[in-house]
């Protein structure tokens, strides 16, 4: 007996539904009933048991292969047109981190309070909710109490509480203690595994109805015909070979429509820049370039009698070994985790940096190397690696929150509070207050959750950011200014600047010709407390089938060579901390870029840094990718 594939399951129950010839799909419209969920086809039981059919067809195709929709249509246009499936949802949330599962937990609550139910699902390119997250990371609670007031009774993987605040200047051989700015100290806030919380906010989603599909990437957003509403997404297709044709595997991704759609990709999302670009919604219009920042981090763990640790320690530290043009610094959490001694440390360094042979990777390295930090690592073990953009911007680069069809949460909007380095309370809230506008509006029928922005006007997540609006743009002056200006903004006027600093450049745009810079030299790895790239890849759990085409396609293929190696001396070998990118020669001596795509720990440097943006970072299949469930 032949068993049948998830989407051919899904084909009787849905067929009817389907677009049979464009990725633009209409979506009839549907009724939200106040007794009673969204009547499709799909109920709740043939969504559960299409769920489990959808995670048998991924465990038995773990390595699956890269693509993007565009290339597909131009290399298969002699294939059969792709037929898809179509499940329906009064709410579909893309991604699966802090803001989307706070955003997934609140509508459902709304829902039991009013005595309505909805239909909502949380859609995940990680192997599993939390293998893609990746922060410090020290939460602050004010969310979480607010979203779940008997916390205290719940399992919520809280680790160590923060005891220790810890500032400093570093130079290359001392350093200076600094006074620690009102906004960042930790007191009452908790050293967590951001993995480990996801993993929870999903159980506690799951457990109010929601449904959430690990292992599917969003490729493309559906619009109406017209182009001017969201309608929902399509995921990636299976089964694609590494020259653009159809194995014997394939699979057409299934579209999720939603009457309104939540974007939570994090930061740089791939559907989300599309959001952003479409001249319909005018999302940025009248609001700078978002900035963002790179951020290393490792998990080490210590022996138990370890005179370095110090339990429930929050250390901070800028100057060294960052250049004093350039925004950034370290951190490093002192915890425990199941009983083991652990520390987590990592530096960020903007985005905007000078020097296109600068590498944060290395940078982090050299660091460890101070000799103030230099016994923290000397009796402990490296356990853990990986790394992510962080965005920036803050208040000044906010764009408008929503548009017909969705809205904008978490780090996809720039939610991030920079000078307290945390955006883990300031995303659920982000999310929490989306859910109640998202709510609003299917409630009254409406098209936009307009009042999404009022929401987030009167709310203390407004006040926050727009209180540190200044900190992260003042450092566009430099280290020194940046330091000064800072504390007189932070300590002395309490953010109540009658000013208001933009940061108005986009950071690729500030990367120098080669020709203009002295290129910087790293030490060798010793192995034991600094290590190549290559070795701390292997901690991260990264994984991508070989055989198959790159998620990381460059618009123009001549320019890596013509321009980014010519010109600025190959950036992306430096800036990428998984060495994805490698400029080889052949025998004849001519360069050419090498992508090594399943290297990728889809951090996004690339589609941020790149000189010319000739750099387009699109989803791989779902599951592939990184597993940070410790990080």
């Known amino acids: 007996m032949k068993k049948l594939s998830a989407n051919t399951a ?59 929709n565009i290339k597909l249509l131009e290399e298969t246009a002699e294939e059969e047109p792709i037929e898809r499936e ?39 390119k990680g192997q599993e909710v939390g293998s893609h997250l990746l922060s410090g990371a020290c939460l602050e609670l004010r969310s979480l109490k607010e979203l779940f007031p008997n916390y205290q009774e719940l399992d919520v993987p809280l680790y160590t509480e923060a005891t220790t605040d810890r500032m400093l200047f570093l130079t290359e051989t001392s350093s200076i203690p600094l006074p620690t700015l009102p906004e960042m100290h930790n007191r009452g ?126 250390m901070h530290t800028i100057g060294w070994p960052l250049d004093h043009q350039t925004y950034g610094g370290t951190f490093m959490y002192h915890y425990q985790a199941n009983g083991t001694n652990r520390i987590s440390v990592g530096l960020v360094s903007a985005l905007d940096y000078k ?26 073990k490296c356990i853990a690696y990986g790394a992510r953009t962080l965005v920036e911007g ?25 000078p307290k380095i945390k955006g883990i309370h300031t995303a659920m809230k982000s999310g929490m207050l989306g859910a109640e506008a998202v709510f609003e509006a299917l409630n009254k029928d409406d098209e936009e959750a307009k009042t999404y922005t009022e929401r987030f006007k009167s709310s203390w997540l407004h006040s926050e950011l727009y209180r540190e609006r200044n900190i992260r743009a003042y450092f566009k002056y430099g280290l020194i200014p940046g330091i000064v200006l800072s504390g007189l903004d932070s300590m002395i006027l309490r953010g109540k600047t009658p000013w208001t600093v ?82 080889l020669q052949d025998e004849q001596g001519k360069y050419r870029l090498q992508i090594n795509a399943q290297n990728c720990l889809h951090c996004k440097a690339c589609d941020i840094k790149d000189p010319t943006q000739n750099i387009n970072w699109t989803v791989p299949e779902g599951s592939g990718g990184p597993s940070y469930l410790i990080m």
């Open 502 to 583: 933009k940061l108005d450049h986009s950071d690729n745009k500030e990367t120098l010709p080669i020709n203009q810079v002295k290129k910087i030299e790293y030490p060798k790895p010793d192995g034991k407390i600094t290590f190549d790239i290559l070795t701390n890849l292997s901690r991260s759990g990264t994984n991508h089938n070989h055989d198959q085409p790159s998620h990381l396609r460059l618009i123009d293929p001549t320019i890596p060579v013509k321009v980014n190696l010519n010109v600025y001396g190959g950036p992306e070998q430096y800036f990428c901390p998984a060495r994805v990118y490698e400029y």
């Open 86 to 124: 179509v499940m329906e949802y009064d709410v579909v949330i893309i991604g699966a981190g802090p803001a989307g599962l706070s955003s997934a937990i609140r509508l459902k609550q709304l829902a039991l309070e009013s005595g309505k139910d909805i239909s909502v699902c949380v859609l995940e």
């Open 355 to 380: 020097n296109p042979t600068m590498s944060p990777y290395n940078e982090f390295q050299r660091y460890k190397l101070h000799p103030k930090m230099k016994k923290y690592f000397e009796n402990g």
């Open 189 to 314: 806030n908790y050293i967590i595994s951001i993995g480990q919380f996801g993993k929870w906010l999903a159980k506690e989603a799951e457990a109010l109805g929601v449904d959430i599909f690990s292992g599917f990437a969003a490729d493309k957003i559906v619009y109406n015909e017209t182009g001017d509403k969201v309608l929902g997404i399509i995921t990636k297709d299976v089964g694609i070979g590494k020259d653009g044709k159809r194995k014997d595997n394939f699979e057409p991704g299934i579209q999720l429509i939603g009457r309104q759609t939540i974007f939570a990709e994090g930061s740089r999302g791939s559907l989300s820049k599309t959001l952003y670009a479409n001249d319909k919604f005018k999302l940025r219009e009248g609001v700078p370039d978002q900035t963002y920042a790179l951020g290393v981090k490792e998990v080490w763990e210590l022996p138990d009698n370890d005179p370095n640790f110090e339990k429930g320690l929050i």
């Open 394 to 418: 803050g208040y000044q680069c906010l764009p408008k929150l929503s548009f017909p069809g969705g809205i904008l949460i978490g780090d996809t909007a720039g939610f991030l509070n920079v």
């Open 10 to 68: 899904v084909k009787g129950l849905l067929a009817k539904h389907a677009n049979k010839s464009s990725l633009k799909a209409c979506c009839p419209k549907v009724i939200f009933n106040q007794q009673q969920s969204l009547k499709t086809n799909n109920n709740n039981c043939s969504k559960r048991w299409i769920h489990q059919q959808l995670i048998n067809n991924q465990q038995r195709n773990q390595k699956r292969n890269f693509t993007s």
